[in-house]
């Protein structure tokens, strides 16, 4: 775990401004996001209609937010796969086994 961690903030370090950058534009997604909400959000007025129209965009706030997560998880990804995470990098060669003793042996025999 502490090699990870080492390993993340080397990449971070590597990578300063291009980190930076995602992380800003998913930060001002986020406020963007709160600010549509604080915006649009209904005060708890009691049941009725209105209530209703709460609990849907309380959801839509919530989807909202978990997808700005999402987001920003899935361009850190992107990031890291496109500046490290190449298939030399990532990939193990291709096992080549080497022939068993049987196989020799039997090659022995039919000759």
């Known amino acids: 775990m502490l090699s990870a961690i080492g390993a993340a903030l080397g990449f971070v370090r590597r990578n300063t401004a291009a980190a930076a950058g995602v992380f800003a534009a998913s930060f001002i997604l986020f406020v963007v996001v ?7 959000a209904p005060g708890a007025r009691g049941a009725g209609p209105s209530m209703w129209v709460g609990f849907a965009l309380g959801q839509l706030y919530v989807v909202g937010r978990l997808w700005v997560k ?8 992107a990031l890291f796969q496109r500046r490290l995470a190449h298939a030399g990098y990532t990939s193990r060669p291709v096992p080549s086994w080497p022939d068993s003793p049987a196989a020799e042996a039997i090659g022995t025999f039919s000759s």
């Open 70 to 77: 999402l987001l920003f998880w899935a361009s850190e990804t």
């Open 34 to 40: 709160v600010g549509v909400y604080a915006l649009v």
